[in-house]
T-cell receptor, first 117, second 115 residues
Framework: AQKITQTQPGMFVQEKEAVTLDCTYD???????LFWYKQPSSGEMIFLIY??????QNATEGRYSLNFQKARKSANLVISASQLGDSAMYFC??????????????FGPGTRLSVLP | GAGVSQSPSNKVTEKGKDVELRCDPI?????LYWYRQSLGQGLEFLIY????????KSGLPSDRFSAERTGGSVSTLTIQRTQQEDSAVYLC?????????????FGSGTRLTVV
C-alpha cells in the first residue's frame, strides 16, 4: 500500500494566486513527521516545510503553509501568492518515528506545479 | 562544504560495466542517505548511514548495489554489472544528526544512463 499519496500529477495556477497541493499519508505509528520538498528543473531537492505529528499548530514558512488534518491523515501544502519561480515538482514525504530517530523518508510520487503569467 | 556535493553530475556507461558515484556531505552532518529517482517518479530509498552505526541497507534493490562511507564523511555508491533499469538520477542527502525535523539537504544528483 502507498504510504504517501499525491493525487494531482499536475496543477496549474495563475501568478499571484494561492494553490493547494494535496498529500495524504498512511501510518500506524503515533509519532511521525511530514515534509514537503520542491524540485525545480535543476534537479535539486529543496526542503520547504515540516509538520510533526504532535505539533499543535499548522506549520508555516513564509508563503508556504501546511494544512495538517491529523484525523484525515492529510498534509496539504498551501502556497500563497504564487510566483513564476514556484514552477517545479513538489514532493510530500513522511518519516515514521520520533524526531530523534534516524530513519529514511518515504516520498510521494510528486505533483508538477506550473505557474502561469 | 557549503552544500552536499555529488560527482559526477552525469555518467553514461555501457551495460555490464561497474560505476562509482560519490557524495560529499555537508561538513559535520552525521547522517547520509542515498535515493534513486527514475524519470518522472518519486524518490526510492537505497541506503542510510548514521555515524558509526551499521548502515540501513534495506532499500538496495539487488546485491549489485553497495555503498560505503569512509571516515564518517564521503560516501561512494557502487553499482556492479550495470543494467539499463539502473538508469536514474541518484540523489545523496545529509542531515545534521539523528533529528530530521528540518529535513535533509540534498545534492544535485548524478544522472546515470546505461546504454
Amino acid at each position: 500500500a502507498q504510504k504517501i499519496t499525491q493525487t494531482q500529477p499536475g496543477m496549474f495556477v495563475q501568478e499571484k494566486e494561492a494553490v493547494t497541493l494535496d498529500c495524504t499519508y498512511d501510518t500506524s505509528d503515533p509519532s511521525y513527521g511530514l515534509f514537503w520538498y520542491k524540485q525545480p528543473s535543476s534537479g535539486e531537492m529543496i526542503f520547504l516545510i515540516y509538520q510533526g505529528s504532535y505539533d499543535q499548530q499548522n506549520a508555516t514558512e513564509g508563503r508556504y503553509s501546511l494544512n495538517f488534518q491529523k484525523a484525515r491523515k492529510s498534509a496539504n501544502l498551501v502556497i500563497s501568492a504564487s510566483q513564476l519561480g514556484d514552477s517545479a515538482m513538489y514532493f510530500c514525504a513522511m518519516r515514521e518515528g520520533p524526531d530523534n530517530y534516524g530513519q529514511n523518508f518515504v516520498f510521494g510520487p510528486g505533483t508538477r506545479l506550473s505557474v502561469l503569467p | 562544504g557549503a552544500g552536499v556535493s555529488q560527482s559526477p553530475s552525469n555518467k553514461v556507461t555501457e551495460k555490464g560495466k561497474d560505476v562509482e558515484l560519490r557524495c560529499d556531505p555537508i561538513s559535520g552532518h552525521t547522517a547520509l542517505y542515498w535515493y534513486r529517482q527514475s524519470l518522472g517518479q518519486g524518490l526510492e530509498f537505497l541506503i542510510y548511514f548514521q555515524g558509526n552505526s551499521a548502515p540501513d541497507k534495506s532499500g538496495l534493490p539487488s546485491d549489485r548495489f553497495s555503498a560505503e562511507r569512509t571516515g564518517g564523511s564521503v560516501s561512494t555508491l557502487t553499482i556492479q554489472r550495470t543494467q539499463q533499469e539502473d538508469s536514474a538520477v541518484y540523489l545523496c542527502a545529509s542531515s545534521q544528526d539523528r533529528s530530521n525535523r528540518y529535513g535533509y539537504t540534498f545534492g544535485s544528483g548524478t544522472r546515470l544512463t546505461v546504454v
